[in-house]
């Protein structure tokens, strides 16, 4: 878990997509926080990337970096719980112009039933279940 959370740390940019319906959508995430042994990710309420995963919380980010790709597949879960999204916003003070713990549009949330695969063109990939 801690070796995902840092390669997508060093990744910086990562890729997420969803579910809308029968059409697959992506967009550039950056937000990553490991709590209580999850991975987190962090969004607004307000946002289409939101309510697609409420419909469907099946989700998949890719990143990558120095050769090697990184691709976690599962479902994404709402965690409402204050301490958490303070610990989000604390590792993004810059997020904090937009949004705020005690805010109703700020939203993290966890992966689980989570597959991680770390792929190069040179090594056999290796996965993480979590
Ligand atoms: C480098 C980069 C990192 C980003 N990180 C986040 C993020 O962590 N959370 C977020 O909600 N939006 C983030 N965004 C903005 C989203 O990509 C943007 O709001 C996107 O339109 C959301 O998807 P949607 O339009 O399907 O709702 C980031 C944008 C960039 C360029």
Redesign the pocket.
Known sequence: MKKVYDFIKKC???Y?A?V?GDQP????????LLFEDKLY????KS??????IQANPKAEICCFAEGTWLRVAGELVRDERKEVKKAMLDD?PE?RGMYSEDDDNT?VLYFKNATATFSSFTAAPEVINF
């Open positions: 910086g940019t990562y997420l969803t809308d959508r992506v967009r550039p995430f950056g937000t990553i990710i962090q969004t607004g946002k289409d990337v939101s309510k697609q993004y997020l939203e």
